[in-house]
């Protein structure tokens, strides 16, 4: 059984940090290029940042390009986003989500299979 | 990075059929980008519906299809029933490229 489950979330003041993590279980993680979806309240979703099975490729959204850092930990089942530079506007729910396999033999990546629960950040003094 | 342009609302009655329409441009939904689509029920982690444009993972309803014309994706949910009711959500991936939403569509069964 698949699942993902995200911790970390919490209420922060502007400008502060905080580590999201998720742990992975149920799917052969090390295989999967692995992302993070935020959700304001009330609002649509919102892709933050993905990478690729080896960590060797990492991408991100223009609103948190230099502020946020996303790594994983294949050998831990493990996926983390390291979020600096807190802002009120970065307030959601954070879930952590597969972004597709890419094993030896052959690759699909472009939809988000699997969701983790979520995580709440909130940012405010 | 525009988010792809959604109805913000739709409505059907049971049993009847329902499009929601996804728009990009012809470098998102209108190029080789892969189109997923995902229903959100309140409170809950979105659900992954269609990829690839119109393949259903398994144990998706085959009520719900999707297709593509050009810059635009759309997702149809026949033979309505009350647990449709949701919100859905249209999305475009690209290698190298951005990862792009849609605003989000919230469909009511009356």
């Known amino acids: 059984q698949v699942q993902l489950v995200e911790s970390g979330g919490g209420l922060v003041k502007p400008g502060g940090s905080l580590r999201l993590s998720c742990a992975a279980s149920?799917?052969?993680?090390?295989?999967?290029?692995m992302s993070w979806i935020r959700q304001a309240p009330g609002k649509g979703l919102e892709w933050v940042s993905h990478?690729?099975?080896?960590?060797?490729?990492?991408s991100y959204a223009d609103s948190v390009k230099g502020r946020f850092t996303i790594s994983r930990d294949n050998a831990k089942n493990s996926l983390y986003l390291q979020m600096n530079s807190l802002r009120a506007e970065d307030t959601a729910i954070y879930y952590c989500?597969?972004?597709?396999?890419?094993?030896?033999?052959?690759?699909?990546?472009?939809?988000?299979?699997?969701w983790g629960q979520g995580t709440v950040v909130t940012v405010s003094s | 990075q525009s988010a792809l342009t959604q109805p913000a609302s739709v409505s059907g009655s049971p049993g009847q059929a329902i499009t929601i329409s996804c728009t990009g441009t012809?470098?998102?939904?209108?190029?080789?980008?892969?189109v997923s689509w995902y229903q959100q029920h309140p409170g809950k982690a979105p659900k992954l519906m269609i990829y690839?444009?119109?393949k259903r993972p398994s144990g998706v309803s085959n009520r719900l299809s999707g297709s593509k014309s050009g810059n635009t994706a759309s997702l149809t949910i026949s033979g309505l029933q009350a647990e449709d009711e949701a919100d859905y959500y249209c999305?475009?991936?690209?290698?190298?490229?951005?990862?792009?939403f849609g605003g989000g569509t919230r469909l009511t069964v009356l």
């Open positions: 989500a597969s972004l597709g396999y890419c094993g030896s033999t052959n690759c699909r990546v472009g939809e988000f299979e699997y």
């Open positions: 149920g799917f052969s993680f090390s295989d999967y290029y």
């Open positions: 990478i690729s099975t080896s960590t060797s490729y990492t």
């Open positions: 012809s470098s998102d939904v209108g190029s080789n980008n892969v």
């Open positions: 690839e444009g119109s």
């Open positions: 999305c475009s991936y690209a290698v190298g490229s951005p990862v792009v």
